[in-house]
């Protein structure tokens, strides 16, 4: 049971725009920044967007993320092939004193 | 060019002791914080540790509380977890992670991460 709540699964085809969600509580996303993860198959995660809204150099325009209180979202807009991947919030918890993560969302391409 | 590169994984029975070893380089490695998160197979990620960039600082998820220890050589710009009383539920890829950022743990981020060692606890 991850302690950030993320649906395990989203879907949409090519140039769809597609959002996931990512649900916490006060002590996480509340008072923290929320980062993305994306894990393509059979290798490391690599960051996607930090302090909420913010895209790593060489990240396309098409990601997108917002925070509204304990809640956070990431949005895929253009869908391509290439993003079928599982996606990852993280946030640091107060009441825990490390990082939290959500259990994931397979993105899959139809 | 940042990279992170783990090693010491292996296969190890149930309260058996391992260390992994994580070489840095590409960026100034006593300036950064660095974590470990774990991958359990076909599950998500979880936080395991972290150590500031003095070392005087460190966080441990609670199922590893006093079973792990997390340290860093600067001399070596090498991050290591020594990793003792081993359970089969400790089976995971390994991944050492450095952070960016900065404003506090809260504002920090992982931005770049290893390729990650593979743990496995079984008899």
């Known amino acids: 049971q991850s302690v950030l709540t993320q649906p395990p699964s989203a879907s949409g085809t090519p140039g769809q725009r597609v959002t996931i969600s990512c649900s916490g509580s006060s002590s996480n996303i509340g008072s923290s920044a929320v980062n993305w993860y994306q894990q393509l198959p059979g290798a490391a995660p690599k960051l996607l967007m930090y302090?909420?809204?913010w895209r790593p150099s060489g990240v396309p325009d098409r990601f997108s993320g917002s925070k509204s209180g304990a809640s956070a979202s990431l949005a895929i807009s253009g869908l391509q092939s290439e993003d079928e991947a599982d996606y990852y919030c993280?946030?640091?918890?107060?009441?825990?004193?490390?990082?939290?993560f959500g259990g994931g969302t397979k993105l899959t391409v139809l | 060019e940042v990279q992170l590169l783990e090693s010491g994984g292996g296969l190890v029975q149930p309260g058996g002791s391992l260390k992994l070893s994580c070489a840095a380089s590409g960026f100034t490695f006593n300036s950064v914080a660095m974590s470990w998160v774990r991958q359990a197979p076909g599950k998500g990620l979880q936080w395991v540790s972290t150590i500031n960039n003095s070392g005087g600082t460190t966080f441990y998820t609670d199922s590893v509380k006093g079973r792990f220890t997390v340290s860093r050589d600067s001399s070596k710009n090498t991050l290591y977890l020594q990793m003792n009383s081993l359970r089969v539920e400790d089976t995971a890829v390994y991944y050492c992670?450095?952070?960016?950022?900065?404003?506090?743990?809260?504002?920090?981020?992982?931005?770049?991460w290893g390729q990650g060692a593979q743990v496995t606890v079984s008899s």
């Open positions: 993280t946030a640091w918890d107060d009441r825990m004193n490390g990082w939290v």
């Open positions: 992670a450095k952070y960016a950022g900065g404003g506090g743990w809260s504002l920090i981020y992982f931005d770049y």
């Open positions: 302090s909420n809204n």
